[in-house]
């Protein structure tokens, strides 16, 4: 398995639902990150966990809380979100040894 | 600080060589890298270089980089319409965690 998986592909929610995006892989990376990207923008970083402990919180709104239960599975738990936060998320993933991220296709969220 | 600037649209014939232009501005990143988006898709590692090397080929592309100047440069040879993308260009900052700050992406469009 040479890939990093995201699901949902797409994700709807109202700013009451409690809602979770999945992100897996089977690389042995033991880094993992999630990732914003606004229409037209450049990815933002949100989160970065490295053996299963969180190392960066890049300042997230705590509406969004990340989890990492074992080293190949990355959640993002999202709760009351904001219209604003619509966008699509991305994962990534990085070998100990190595200095690439490798990118899942992202969940792309809407809002209401 | 920590800025990547690059320019937003390219526009070549298919059958050209398009060049993508980066700036950046952190002396210390170690590691530079070129990510392509296909609409709708996640981020592709497409080549990157250790901030020692100033030139590195892999088939159809090429990656200059000036370090005294902080210029990046992705060279892809004998464009072709699969290659319409943005394409982003991103630096590792130092100090660990794979923090990567991305440009704000190129448009590449490739017409016949």
């Known amino acids: 398995d040479t890939e990093v998986t995201q699901t949902p592909k797409h994700l709807v929610m109202g700013m009451t639902n409690k809602k979770s995006l999945k992100c897996e892989q089977h690389?042995?990376?033991?880094?993992m990150y999630w990732y914003k990207q606004k229409a037209k923008k450049p990815p933002e970083l949100m989160f970065v966990?490295?053996?299963?402990?969180?190392?960066i919180n890049e300042s997230v709104p705590s509406r969004f809380s990340p989890e990492c239960p074992n080293s190949s599975l990355l959640n993002l738990h999202l709760h009351a979100l904001q219209p604003e936060d619509s966008a699509l998320y991305l994962c990534?993933?990085?070998?100990?040894?190595?200095?690439?991220?490798?990118f899942g296709p992202g969940t792309r969220l809407t809002v209401l | 600080g920590e800025d990547v600037e690059q320019s937003l649209f390219l526009s070549v014939r298919e059958g050209d060589s398009s060049v993508i232009n980066c700036t950046y501005t952190d002396s210390s990143s170690t590691y530079l890298y070129w990510y392509k988006q296909e609409p709708g898709a996640g981020l592709q590692l497409l080549t990157y270089i250790f901030s020692n090397m100033d030139m590195k080929q892999d088939q159809r592309l090429t990656v200059l980089l000036n370090k005294k100047d902080k210029h990046l440069s992705l060279r892809i040879a004998d464009t072709q319409t699969g290659d319409s993308a943005i394409y982003f260009c991103a630096e590792n900052l130092s100090g660990g965690y794979n923090k990567l700050i991305f440009g704000a992406g190129t448009r590449l469009a490739v017409h016949p």
């Open positions: 690389m042995g990376h033991r880094a």
């Open positions: 990534a993933s990085s070998p100990p040894s190595g200095n690439e991220q490798f």
């Open positions: 966990y490295s053996y299963e402990k969180l190392s």
